[in-house]
């Protein structure tokens, strides 16, 4: 045979042609300087055509031939001619997989991918292309592995390369592995990853046992089925009610089943459809029969980590909607725990209780199994508390309205419930009607009440006499670190005095500091940015020194890069959104974050959070607002604030499909990146002040209504409040559009009869007066609402309300307008901006009844909008 010797580092790789008849190769090497002649030492037999031999000595010649054998052990052909060779360091390239964890898949969930990345660290001076293929073995049935190609540069120190293993149509149960195969020149690496095919418990169906229904085995989800139609011994009757562990809450046993309240089924679901899992986002769908027209029922839902020794946690709150039969929606993440439930407690009127105990109420629990998987996600970021708002979806109406009220109606029931003889609509408008609305109207609540007991003694006033004496329940903006002065200014007291004009740092770009765990920019510039280190997400990209964020927080793995979510890069930049200045990253000054991200698909189901905070080492991380991408793949989305007091400052940006606002939210898909950079510092009040803006809402999923999250002069809702509820011929976008789901009501056609279809607070008088300036505590503000209003109007009031806690709104009354006629009407009201950064109004239109945050009538419209408000000086 012809042999051919090629050096390697401390090695020889040798190679021959075949020589016909032959059935294995023995492999012989000397020494010294007879060569080949004397001293041959027998290294192995082999059958193919290549053989390596290691462990030799750089610069030191060996020798070599091969003699090919026949069948017979005595039958051997002529050798090869004697090959010289001297090993040497030649260039090479190491593949490290560290990854590896067992790759799950289950068939239910087709198709689906997990991508894997391995560094290549070339050695000696290794450059060029590493073809990468992946193989999976023969067992697995439905797996693709497709592997991408690498290149190195001279003096690049690492590369990666990514694999991306699939589940397909048709895979089955079954176990094997998938091997890696990186190929450079003559040089081969392998990895391999486990891959196992498993398939999940799927929908499970609940019996009864220990007092509720109980799904026994995981699945993906579990439903009471019929096991609580109907309520307590005789409506339906409810078998084994009352469906309660320890028998410590009795239903209700006034009514007819199916005309008056009932709870008839529980279903709980996880969203990603796999085993409910510790850590996972979950649906709880109830199930009710609602009386007359629902806008007295309503379902309050709780859940438990332990269903033997119960704690209920509080969810939400879901009003019914509508009459008959309805499904009622909340969400939540499942804490840790293996058999885990959820009580809905459904009443007639009353109080939020984890059991009511009224004559029409009833509490339904529904028990269900958890795989016990600790979430990798930071904990330090989350309560034991679900994270997520209550949200609610009713799916059905009533066909038709009762012609008369249930006789079964308790004779005790509060007086403000609606009746049909002061509520139906007349059918033409009357010929008589008052000139002027009721001096006995109140002016302000003090403490705000649904219906007010008694009227005061002097006619409404347009504003409260004096500005609010209570603090607000949570941190306010910032608290200035010296006095103010009596001077007017539109900034905090720490701004600076003068606008830096010569901008020594100009563009910073961020490296990555270990000790932080981000992208950091250590010198005081115009900008801030990282360039490619964060591009990718996690594993996807991959994403350099993930997850770059300065406490932890972890990002999804799930998806493919390019494809699903990511944030490629965030930027710091002085000035606002559409500022050209140069300046330094000042103390007291605007900034602007501008995140590029890849959303997918339409980019309608992904939302990006902008947070900051003013200590980067030790990081309180506060909300400035939500923007949603206008379209899918790669997208630029900015949002502008003021710097606060600190030296070193970082941003946040968390990019999420779906889910609620949360500055470390889990999710499969999501992405968090930080990035911290230096401020200058500022020493006293500014020369000028930025001019502020005007800007319009966006709809935060989180708080149920729009908001305006940055600082400015007035917030616009536009369109997002067109209309009233989801029944009038025209829906408003996510109705109800309230902070605490106060209901529209369903009657009536669009444009014939009453809605709020705008709301705009700007700062100023009604007149106009300093509309110029911020909206800014303890200064006016007046809030315009735009209605349509039925037949004349006469009949039409919207009360004006107001509040400084988002989380908790605690309504305060500030005056009731009524319109000067029908159709299209703009009403106005001007008052006094209390305390707190994020603050929220409430219009309240109702057809007759009497001042209240949330009258209910059937063709009221109730509408909240959200806006940030500068801090008083």
């Known amino acids: 045979p012809e042999i051919t010797a090629t050096p390697a580092n401390m090695g020889v790789q040798l190679s021959w042609t075949t020589v016909s008849n032959s059935v294995e190769y023995e492999v012989l090497r000397s020494e010294g300087v007879m060569q080949c002649s004397q001293g041959k030492v027998l290294l192995g037999k082999t059958t193919g055509n290549t053989f390596e031999d290691s462990g030799l000595q750089n610069g030191r010649e060996y020798y070599y031939i091969v003699v090919p054998k026949g069948v017979n052990d005595a ?12 090993p040497s360091a030649q260039p090479y390239f190491t593949v490290d997989c560290s990854d590896s964890s067992v790759i799950d898949f289950d068939v239910n969930r087709v198709p689906a991918s997990v991508s894997r990345q391995c560094v290549v660290t070339p050695y000696d001076g290794w450059t060029g292309s590493i073809s990468v293929e992946c193989n999976p073995t023969s067992t697995l049935m439905g797996i693709q592995c497709e592997g991408e190609s690498v290149f190195i540069k001279a003096g690049q120190s690492t590369a990666t390369c990514t694999i991306t293993i699939s589940i397909v149509s048709g895979a089955e149960m079954s176990e094997g592995s998938v091997t890696m195969v990186a190929r450079g020149r003559s040089i081969e690496r392998t990895s391999s990853f486990d891959v196992t095919i498993t398939k999940g418990g799927g929908p499970q169906q609940a019996i009864f046992e220990g007092g509720s229904p109980i799904c026994k085995k ?11 139609d109907g309520r307590g011994l005789n409506l339906g009757p409810e078998p084994n009610q009352p469906n309660i562990r320890g028998n410590d809450c009795i239903d209700g046993s006034s009514g007819t089943y199916h005309e008056d ?3 008839d089924k529980i279903f709980v679901r996880s969203l990603d459809d796999k085993d409910m899992t510790e850590g996972s986002l979950i649906e709880v769908t109830a199930t009710v029969w609602a009386w007359n027209y629902g806008d007295t029922d309503s379902a309050d839902f709780y859940y438990t980590s332990d269903a033997l020794n119960p704690e209920w946690l509080y969810i939400g709150t879901v009003p019914a909607g509508g009459g008959g039969a309805r499904e009622l929606k909340v969400q939540y993440i499942l804490p840790e725990g293996e058999l885990q439930a959820v009580r809905i407690n459904f009443r007639y009127k009353g109080s939020v209780s984890v059991c009511s105990g009224g004559n029409y109420d009833e509490a339904d629990e529904l028990a269900f199994t958890v795989v016990t998987k600790t979430p990798t996600r930071s904990t330090s970021s989350h309560s034991s508390a679900p994270s997520l708002y209550p949200s609610y979806t009713p799916t059905l109406r009533p066909s038709l309205k009762p012609s008369t009220l249930p006789s079964n109606l308790p004779s005790n029931a509060p007086s403000e419930f609606p009746s049909l003889s002061s509520s139906a609509k007349p059918s033409q408008t009357p010929s008589v009607t008052p000139s002027l609305q009721s001096s006995s109207s109140p002016s302000i609540f003090t403490s705000p009440s649904w219906s007010p007991s008694q009227s005061p003694s002097a006619p409404p006033t347009t504003t409260p006499s004096t500005n609010p004496s209570y603090l607000p329940t949570f941190t306010s903006f910032f608290t200035p670190s010296i006095s103010p002065s009596s001077q007017s200014s539109l900034l905090p007291s720490w701004a600076p005095s003068i606008i830096e004009t010569m901008v020594n740092g100009g563009p910073q770009t961020a490296i990555f500091d270990n000790n932080i765990g981000a992208p950091r920019c250590f010198d005081v510039g115009v900008e801030c940015n990282p360039g490619t280190l964060m591009e990718g997400r996690a594993s996807l990209g991959p994403e350099l020194s993930s997850p770059n964020t300065i ?10 890069y390019l494809r699903d979510e990511s944030i490629e890069r965030v930027v710091v930049r002085a000035g606002d959104v559409e500022s050209t200045e140069e300046m330094n990253l000042t103390e007291g000054m605007r900034a602007t974050i501008t995140a590029t991200v890849h959303a997918w698909s339409s980019g309608q189901d992904d939302r990006a959070d902008f947070f900051y905070a003013s200590n980067a080492a030790n990081p309180t991380w506060e909300f400035l607002g939500t923007l949603i991408p206008p379209s899918g793949g790669l997208q630029e989305l900015k949002m502008a604030y003021t710097l606060p007091p600190g030296s070193l400052q970082a941003v946040r940006v968390g990019f999420r499909y779906k889910g609620s606002l949360n500055a470390c939210s889990p999710g499969n898909y999501n992405d968090r990146d930080d990035l911290v950079f230096s401020v200058a510092s500022g020493t006293s009040a500014p020369t000028s002040a930025p ?3 005007n800007h319009d809402a966006i709809y935060d999923s989180g708080l149920g209504i729009p908001i305006c999250a940055q600082f400015g002069n007035s917030c616009d809702s536009l369109s997002l409040l067109n209309s009233r509820g989801e029944s009038i011929g025209i829906s408003e976008e996510n109705a109800p559009n309230t902070l605490d789901s106060c209901k529209d009501g369903a009657s009536g056609t669009y444009h014939s009869d009453e809605s709020i279809d705008r709301i705009v607070v700007k700062s100023g008088e009604i007149d106009g007066t300093g509309s110029d300036a911020a909206l800014t505590s303890h200064r006016r503000a007046t809030i315009i609402a735009s209605v349509f209003a039925f037949g004349t109007g006469t009949n039409d009031y919207a009360d004006f309300y107001y509040t400084n806690n988002l989380e908790n709104p605690s309504w305060t009354y500030i005056d009731t307008v009524s319109p000067a006629g029908g159709g299209v009407q703009e009403l106005k009201v001007s008052y006094d901006l209390p305390q707190g950064k994020r603050q929220a109004v409430r219009v309240n239109f109702r057809y007759r009844g009497s001042i209240s945050p949330c009258s209910g009538g059937n063709y ?14």
């Open 75 to 86: 039958c051997y052909g002529p050798s090869s001619d004697c090959a010289a060779v001297v």
């Open 218 to 228: 995981h699945g993906s989800s579990c439903d009471s089925v019929s096991l609580l």
């Open 261 to 263: 309240e009932s709870l």
């Open 551 to 560: 406490d932890g927080c972890r990002d999804g793995t799930v998806g493919k």
């Open 691 to 693: 001019t502020p803006s």
């Open 860 to 873: 009221d419209d109730h509408d909240d909008l959200a806006f940030t408000v500068s801090p008083g000086i």
